[in-house]
């Protein structure tokens, strides 16, 4: 079973940066998608970015050129820097990933290109609270 740990939120000034940080796991599948998904009390929950093993990212429009998804395998740690934060940017933060091999997320990205946010993830953090101000 794998676990998510989000770190790295708080509170910060408008314009200011956050980053923030899931650690997962150790996982022996080859391949994984792996997104940053935030949600407000009363609001359905939405997708901010996502990655694959091979690099391939999706930003939502309300974060691109702000936001930047990354991750480091070695460390079994996904990033989210989020830079130029504006006070609609408020909300609980959530990691969530899945693990597959190669063959599963080539199948994924000839369907759909990329993971994306309406692939179905297995596994989710309990998420970090980014409040801006």
């Known amino acids: 079973h794998v676990q998510l740990v989000e770190s790295g939120g708080g509170s910060v000034q408008a314009g200011g940066s956050l980053t923030l940080s899931c650690d997962y796991s150790?996982?022996?599948?080859?391949?994984?998608?792996m997104g940053w998904f935030r949600q407000v009390p009363g609001k359905a929950r939405e997708g901010v970015a996502t990655?694959?093993?091979?690099?391939?990212?999706e930003y939502a429009d309300s974060v691109k050129g702000r936001f930047t998804i990354s991750q480091d395998n070695a460390k079994n740690t996904l990033y989210l820097q989020m830079d130029s934060l504006k006070l609609e940017d408020t909300a609980m933060y959530y990691c969530?990933?899945?693990?597959?091999?190669?063959?599963?997320?080539?199948?994924?990205?000839?369907?759909?290109?990329?993971?994306?946010?309406?692939?179905?993830?297995?596994?989710w953090g309990q998420g970090t609270q980014v409040t801006v101000s």
């Open positions: 990655i694959d093993s091979d690099g391939t990212t």
């Open positions: 150790r996982y022996t599948e080859s391949s994984n998608c």
């Open positions: 969530a990933a899945d693990f597959f091999d190669r063959s599963s997320l080539v199948r994924i990205k000839m369907v759909a290109g990329s993971c994306g946010f309406l692939y179905e993830y297995h596994y």
